[in-house]
């Protein structure tokens, strides 16, 4: 009994194939394409493509699926228990003895190809160009006719396109030198890496002087276009890490700006902030599993209010008791984060837990042949944004942000002004905390959540908040997005470890000569 993936794919091809209603297939190529040595199999499988109808694409597929049989000379396709005839396609009586076709990895593998070179006649404009650049990506010579004939019907220029790159990639190791030429100049103007990758492997084998001075040519174009492609995944990787320190240092600027305190437990409320995004994930996977690719929207606030929450009693319940005191902050909220830590190994174990995407936060945006931007990734940096939008707003529009500016330049002025300054102190502490925990919402999205996640960013996120100016909502915006990219472009050219070491070094001698940073704090101070 035929499955219903094999009935489908039977209606499939028959649907698709928009060829010639002439019986290209013969009885001598069904023969010779599930008898004798694989070899010669494989030729007669080349030479019926060349030909290709819809009853050569469904005796293909039919092979595929081990639904060939054989009856001596005869050769018959099984189908809901009755005996069809290959070529015809018409009902035959069932013999009364069937034995399996035989076909090793090898053939198994250019029946495969076959059927996906066939789907360059499929009607539809995205799967030919997809069977198009697949054919470009494993070029095989024996389908250049199966090529030309699908240029010749085509009228889709993008997939005409990618139909001449496949057949160059086809003809530049053939045997005529001028074809070889043509291929070469063809691929140069693919600037892929995979025409790339193919001229360096006829470059290494042609004996052709003026073939091989065209395919070095070709080879410098390429090498020319890949290089600024090259250069803009840099740049855009550290945006992405950038927007990544950002998010981590926002918080922290608040917080260390405005009461001057060193929060080591900065991370674990990050940390927070991802392990409220996990169980909001397992709700939605228990509860509303047909809404599961909406969970992040419920996710974000809840690590926001999460985080803020604890945020909130650690600043009531300790760090009040600790202002003006640095070190004895420094210690309390270390080992703050020691318990925060232990804390969710006794609830969720020490092992990372398994955060997934959404379905549309999947795939990227290919902007070159060699650039693909990952959507999550895109999706954080604009989060990033809107974060710190919403930041500048609060901070310059608001009664809250104004009291906090108040708070910041001259704390004792502002309580003679009538500022409740303690309750301010645990307003910004909780918002500081409860950016973290939008931090590591987004972090959940591109990296292991565990108990540990918040100890890779501390002491970048310190380093940011140091270099932009302490209290200074631009200068962290320029410190994150600046190290991001300055550490990915030195990991280049030294490797991740001594990348960091660099950018520490460049950081310590930068607030040698300017230690307010690089925007200074505007107001007068009580405290100078």
Request: charged share 15%; aromatic share 8%; net charge neutral.
């Amino acid at each position: 009994m035929w499955t219903i993936r094999i009935r489908l794919s039977f209606f499939f091809l028959f649907g698709y194939l928009s060829l010639s209603l002439a019986q290209a297939l013969t009885p001598a190529q069904v023969i010779g394409m599930v008898q004798g040595e694989t070899d010669n199999r494989l030729e007669i499988l080349n030479q019926a493509l060349q030909e290709a109808d819809a009853s050569t694409a469904v005796f293909l597929q039919s092979m595929a699926d081990d639904a060939v049989k054989i009856a001596g000379k005869q050769v018959v396709l099984v189908r809901d228990g009755k005996a069809l005839d290959p070529v015809t396609g018409l009902e035959i009586p069932m013999p009364s003895q069937l034995e399996d076709v035989v076909s090793n990895n090898r053939m198994r593998g250019e029946i495969d190809a076959a059927l996906a070179a066939l789907k360059l006649l499929n009607p539809d404009d995205k799967v030919r160009l997809q069977a198009a650049l697949a054919l470009a990506k494993e070029p095989d010579a024996a389908k250049l006719p199966l090529i030309n004939k699908a240029l010749k019907a085509e009228t889709n220029e993008q997939v005409k396109t990618a139909l001449l790159l496949a057949k160059a990639a086809m003809a530049i190791s053939v045997e005529d030198p001028a074809e070889r030429m043509q291929a070469a100049q063809t691929l140069g103007q693919a600037k892929t890496p995979e025409a790339q990758l193919l001229l360096n492997q006829q470059l290494s084998v042609e004996t052709d002087a003026k073939v091989k001075t065209q395919i070095v040519a070709s080879l410098a174009t390429i090498k020319a276009a890949l290089a600024w492609g090259e250069r803009l995944g840099v740049v855009f990787t550290g945006l992405s890490l950038g927007s990544i320190l950002l998010l981590v240092a926002l918080g922290l600027a608040i917080t260390y700006g405005l009461m001057g305190v060193i929060n080591m437990a900065h991370g674990e409320l990050m940390m927070v902030g991802a392990y409220a995004t996990y169980v909001v994930q397992v709700l939605f996977r228990q509860f509303l599993p047909n809404a599961f690719d909406w969970y992040l929207f419920a996710a974000l606030p809840m690590a926001f209010l999460s985080a803020a929450v604890v945020g909130a009693v650690l600043e009531r319940s300790v760090l009040r008791f600790l202002y003006g005191r640095p070190l004895e902050t420094l210690l309390a909220t270390w080992g703050i984060s020691l318990i925060l830590m232990q804390t969710v190994r006794s609830l969720f174990g020490a092992q990372n837990v398994a955060v997934e995407n959404p379905r549309w936060m999947s795939g990227g945006i290919q902007v070159l042949s060699n650039l693909s931007l990952p959507w999550n990734r895109v999706l954080i940096v604009a989060f990033a944004l809107t974060v710190l939008l919403g930041m500048a707003l609060l901070i310059s529009q608001t009664r809250l942000g104004l009291f906090v500016r108040g708070v910041t330049q001259n704390r004792a002025i502002a309580s003679c002004m009538g500022v409740n300054t303690a309750r301010i102190d645990t307003y910004a502490f909780a918002l500081g905390s409860g950016i973290a925990g939008l931090a590591g919402c987004a972090l959940s999205q591109i990296g292991n959540v565990g108990p540990d996640l918040g100890q890779g960013y501390i002491v970048d996120a310190f380093m940011v908040v140091v270099l932009g100016g302490v209290g200074q909502l631009a200068g962290t915006v320029y410190a994150a997005l600046g190290l991001g990219v300055l550490n990915k472009f030195l990991e280049g050219w030294t490797g991740a470890v001594l990348a960091k070491i660099a950018v520490l070094v460049f950081i310590i001698i930068f607030i040698q000569k300017r230690p307010q940073g690089l925007f200074a704090m505007k107001g007068r101070s009580a405290e100078a």
